[in-house]
């Protein structure tokens, strides 16, 4: 997975701050269980298996070429043992192979075949799939959109999928693997994240990426038409439809079989404490909410469009904690209780979402399982999926609670939700005051300002550019929307990065690491572009810049005109309630899955709707809301907490910061 691959749309710096939280003596939860809503779909609780090669990555290593990140033992061909148990322990229903970024340009063909011929990449594409058969979990394998071709696809459902019948060389080379039946492999996912690039200097646009998908989908259902290809949406977190994603479903809608997206909220990369850990989560903990209206639209926007009802993969999720300072938070109780919001809004059967796959399951940067020898260590986020497989039932039902709420200005990603909801409203008035470009002289640019206004760039290096020096300001309201909109062109930049828009705060990148960049041009014709930004409380200006982002070099020139600001009164979800509560029911016993948010306070809850029996619950918790097991592998574990039965109304104490599952036995 690439991180800091973008500037993400509302990276707040803030000092957040919580204000008129509505507080409740007693939160009341209701269950419905006539009200069926569906069966629970256990295809969400998948995960990610690192398979990076050993030539293709950055970040490879025998660790992941040859071990699987811990999962495979090279010396004896096998799966390691207790890393099935783990899988098996939580339920892992499917796995994603081979990895994030490090399939751009992954040439599976390397890794089959006699180990003796593949000694860098002893778990290779088999070897994934044994360990897909040993803990029964479906496999889904990304295809790799930077490198090879159609037939290269083509050839790999043959070798997955075609029988032995001396007709498919591919095949005959699987039974030499040890594999004589097929495989029947069904879901595949065309490229990873494929708006940012390879990360060596290719990088499509959502035209070419359209064209390639169609091409790769008809070699491949040729082999095996039974087989799912995915198309690759952009990683929004905000109700706006992102343009890649537009172009994308646009081209491919008559025939893609699912799209695929990356839920990763908040988006956070500060080592220095800054905001306290209570503050940021209490934001963090604000983002699932906003990650199901996401999919609210974008579900409406995919069938709008294609008049067909495409499901979504959300092939990676978690907390995009990107730092080691004051703890890793990636790997905190907190950032637990956002995955358990977002399986929470992965269930729901009106977002249409097919399967899921957490970032990841062994080791690396993310792992929930740390350790390649025992004894191992179980990070938090282990023990939601460990709850969810262990005390959850198998069809949903309508639930409801009744609870105090709290305010967030958000941050980070995390839009403001405050008060009551609002809707998106534009106020269509270009109210840019008339000024100049305001430039700042750089080595190896030319730029100026033509009589009717027109920005003008002329770069006369090869080096790697990072272009931001000219700008405009304007003063700005604070938690207010602000759509910037300008028309670009380029000439010369084709094979390196084109031209943007940014818009931040006006005290600079730098200095409060706020900013949201617009599509990018490379194109000699005049398109029109549009970014939106919602100010930080304490913003007073913004800036507006002319960008060429560093990443690849080259000589060119951009041409901008026509800039324009329009204000909008951003998206609100209103107050967010302290308890996120779904329910389901198995035979005679009904389960609640709760994330109590208050990462202070317990709170008291009681649960009406049926007449209950017995109850038990259990909860995940620690010292604080950044707890981890780093340190101590006992720290954040799973305890069972008492349940009170009044006249056959279940009582309970909600942990602060915590994750609970109970079963009432009817």
Excluded at 363 to 384: C, D, I, Q, S
Excluded at 574 to 596: H, T
Aim: some cysteine.
């Amino acid at each position: 997975m690439s991180k800091l691959y973008f500037f993400y749309l509302f990276l707040f710096f803030i000092t957040n701050f919580l204000k008129g939280a509505e507080k409740m003596d007693e939160a009341v939860i209701y269950i419905y269980p006539q009200k069926e809503l569906g069966k629970v779909n256990r295809l969400v609780f998948g995960n990610n298996q690192l398979g990076y090669q050993y030539d293709a990555w950055e970040w490879t290593a025998p660790e992941y070429s040859d071990k699987g990140s811990g999962i495979w033992d090279p010396d004896r061909d096998k799966p390691v043992q207790e890393m099935v148990n783990f899988a098996k322990d939580i339920g892992m229903t499917i796995a994603r192979w081979p990895g994030g970024c490090g399939s751009h340009r992954f040439n599976w063909k390397k890794t089959i075949g006699p180990i003796s011929k593949r000694p860098n990449q002893k778990f290779g594409l088999p070897e994934f799939l044994r360990f897909c058969q040993e803990i029964n979990a479906i496999p889904i394998i990304t295809v790799a959109e930077y490198f090879g071709t159609a037939q290269d696809a083509a050839d790999l459902v043959e070798y997955l999928n075609a029988p032995d019948d001396g007709k498919h060389p591919w095949a005959r080379k699987r039974a030499e693997d040890g594999r004589k039946e097929p495989w029947n492999v069904i879901w595949f996912e065309f490229g990873n994240e494929s708006d940012h690039g390879d990360h060596k200097g290719r990088r499509y646009s959502p035209e070419e990426y359209s064209q390639l998908y169609r091409q790769y989908r008809s070699a491949m259902k040729k082999v095996d038409p039974k087989i799912k290809l995915g198309a690759v949406l952009f990683n929004d977190v905000t109700p706006q439809i992102n343009p890649w994603t537009k172009t994308v479903v646009k081209l491919t809608g008559d025939i893609a079989d699912f799209y695929i997206h990356h839920a990763y909220i908040p988006h956070y990369y500060r080592n220095d404490g800054v905001p306290e850990a209570k503050t940021l989560f209490q934001i963090a903990l604000a983002g699932p909410r906003q990650i199901a209206e996401y999919y609210r639209e974008l579900v409406k926007f995919i069938k709008d469009t294609t008049k067909r009802n495409i499901p979504l993969a959300i092939t990676e999720f978690n907390g995009h904690f990107v730092q080691e300072e004051p703890v890793p938070y990636r790997l905190s109780l907190g950032c637990a209780l956002v995955v358990a919001q977002l399986l929470q809004v992965f269930l729901q059967p009106e977002l249409n979402i097919a399967n899921a796959q957490y970032w990841q399951f062994a080791n690396e940067y993310w792992g929930m399982v740390k350790g390649y020898n025992p004894p191992y260590t179980l990070r938090p986020a282990y023990w939601v999926f460990w709850l969810y497989h262990h005390h959850f039932g198998d069809v949903l039902i309508e639930s409801n609670v009744q609870c105090g709420r709290y305010e967030t200005a958000g941050g980070y990603g995390v839009m403001p939700q405050m008060g009551k909801p609002s809707r998106f409203k534009l106020f269509p008035e270009n109210i840019l005051p008339p000024q100049k470009w305001e430039l700042t002289e750089v080595d190896g640019v030319k730029h100026w300002e033509e009589p009717d206004g027109t920005l003008v760039v002329d770069i006369q290096t090869d080096a790697d550019l990072n272009y931001y020096h000219a700008r405009k300001r304007m003063p700005a309201e604070p938690l207010m929307g602000y759509r910037v909109s300008a028309e670009v062109r380029t000439e010369g930049l084709e094979k390196s990065r084109g031209a943007q828009i940014q818009v931040g705060d006006g005290r600079g990148w730098l200095a409060t690491q706020s900013a949201a960049l617009s599509e990018e041009v490379k194109s000699e014709e005049w398109k029109k572009v549009s970014v939106d930004y919602i100010t930080l409380p304490d913003t007073k200006e913004i800036e507006i810049l002319a960008r060429r982002l560093e990443g690849t070099g080259g000589r060119g020139k951009i041409w901008i005109r026509n800039v324009q600001v329009e204000k909008f009164q951003p998206f609100n979800l209103g107050a967010v309630p302290y308890l996120s509560v779904i329910a389901s029911k198995k035979e005679n016993k009904v389960f609640l899955a709760i994330v109590n948010r208050d990462v202070e306070n317990p709170i008291q809850a009681r649960i009406e709707g049926m007449k209950a029996k017995k109850a038990r619950a259990f909860c995940l918790t620690g010292p604080s809301v950044d707890s981890t097991n780093e340190e101590n592998p006992q720290n954040v574990k799973v305890l069972e907490i008492p349940v009170e039965i009044k006249n056959g109304v279940p009582f309970l104490s909600l942990p602060p910061h915590s994750f609970i599952t109970v079963e009432i036995e009817r």
